[in-house]
């Protein structure tokens, strides 16, 4: 059964700062991986897909890697804002066609 | 306008009280999707349906039924609420065809069940 882990559970950093948010999973037989972000009470919002053939994708300031093979995702946010403060999910394809996701990480960009 | 509504945004109901959340997608795609989010847990997987006449259970299905009334419309139902099932509901879907197979979510409906 596919289980996905994010570490930390919260992170807390200055603005301006650089910062990468972790992402494991069990089962290496992944379509894709998806990061999103959800704001307080609200939808999840798409950030960045990579499918399983790709070793990452850029969006702006972020940066997404993926290494299939160790079961690992990175999301790198360059230069942090306070807007950026939200909670992190990556979410995970597998052959089931389901998204089995992380229980998130809550950032707090401090101004 | 936005892909994927969800109504009600906000529910508040009694124990044993039947409700129906609702779903309208307009980005066409065949498969439709029902979570739920409660706070440490993530999303959980209640029932999705790949096209109108396939609907199938998720992680979570017990206390849940669903409606595929057309392509674009996913309905979930609870046939007699319980306390426990007060969390952030929230309908996906997601295109059938091509190498994307990205996700969209609507904004979500918040279910409280006294």
């Known amino acids: 059964k596919q289980e996905v882990t994010q570490i930390p559970a919260a992170l807390s950093v200055p603005e301006g700062e650089n910062l990468v948010l972790n992402c494991s999973f069990t089962?290496?037989?992944?379509?894709?991986l998806q990061w999103f972000r959800q704001d307080p009470g609200k939808g999840l919002t798409s950030l960045l897909l990579?499918?399983?053939?790709?070793r990452e994708q850029t969006s702006g300031r972020l940066n997404a890697s993926l290494d299939k093979s160790s079961g690992r995702s990175t999301l790198y946010i360059a230069a942090s804002q306070p807007g950026d403060s939200a909670t992190y999910l990556c979410?995970?394809?597998?052959?089931?066609?389901?998204?089995?996701f992380g229980t998130g990480t809550l950032l707090a960009v401090q101004p | 306008d936005a892909d994927v509504t969800q109504t009600p945004r906000n529910r508040i109901t009694k124990t044993g009280k039947r409700i129906m959340l609702e779903c309208s997608q307009t980005?066409?795609?065949?498969?439709m999707y029902w979570y739920r989010q409660d706070p440490g847990l993530g999303l959980q997987l209640i029932y999705y349906?790949?096209?109108?006449?396939?609907?199938n259970k998720g992680e979570i299905s017990d206390g849940y039924s669903v409606s595929r009334q057309a392509q674009a419309k996913f309905s979930l139902s609870l046939e007699s609420a319980i306390p426990n099932q007060t969390a952030l509901y929230f309908c996906?879907?997601?295109?059938?065809?091509?190498?994307?197979?990205?996700?969209?979510f609507g904004p979500g409906t918040r279910l409280t069940v006294t």
């Open positions: 990579i499918q399983s053939s790709q």
């Open positions: 089962d290496s037989a992944i379509y894709n």
């Open positions: 979410a995970v394809r597998g052959a089931t066609n389901k998204l089995i």
């Open positions: 996906a879907t997601i295109e059938a065809q091509g190498a994307d197979y990205e996700q969209y």
């Open positions: 349906s790949f096209d109108v006449k396939d609907i």
């Open positions: 980005k066409g795609h065949d498969r």
